[in-house]
């Protein structure tokens, strides 16, 4: 059974942050590019941020500057910190390999609103 589990989400300001965790079971992380994906109502699922095994990332452009992904092999995780969040960035975020490889998780749910 491969199962990633998504943490972290919840209700935040504009211009707040959350860090969001990505745990892997029955999956190494470490031989997969990574990458965190989200989806909004009415909305197709959109890659955000990606990690290459080697540590080199990729950011799609609506994020880049605020979003920065990581990784820690050894716990088998990654995360997602988001910082100066705007109401466009509310959506289920999502992890998976770069390959979209794994089973889709719950996500977690990220809701920007004052």
């Known amino acids: 059974q491969v199962q990633v589990v998504e943490s972290g989400g919840g209700l935040v300001q504009p211009g707040g942050s959350l860090r969001l965790s990505c745990r892997g079971s029955?999956?190494?992380?470490?031989?997969?590019?990574m990458g965190w994906y989200r989806q909004a109502p009415g909305k197709q699922r959109e890659l955000v941020a990606e990690?290459?095994?080697?540590?080199?990332?990729n950011y799609a452009d609506s994020v880049k500057g605020r979003f920065t992904i990581s990784r820690d092999n050894a716990k088998n995780m990654i995360y997602l910190q988001m910082n100066s969040l705007k109401p466009e960035d509310t959506a289920i975020y999502y992890c998976?390999?770069?390959?979209?490889?794994?089973?889709w998780g719950q996500g977690t749910q990220v809701t920007v609103s004052s």
């Open positions: 998976n390999t770069g390959g979209m490889g794994a089973s």
């Open positions: 029955g999956i190494i992380f470490r031989i997969y590019a």
């Open positions: 990690i290459t095994t080697g540590g080199s990332t």
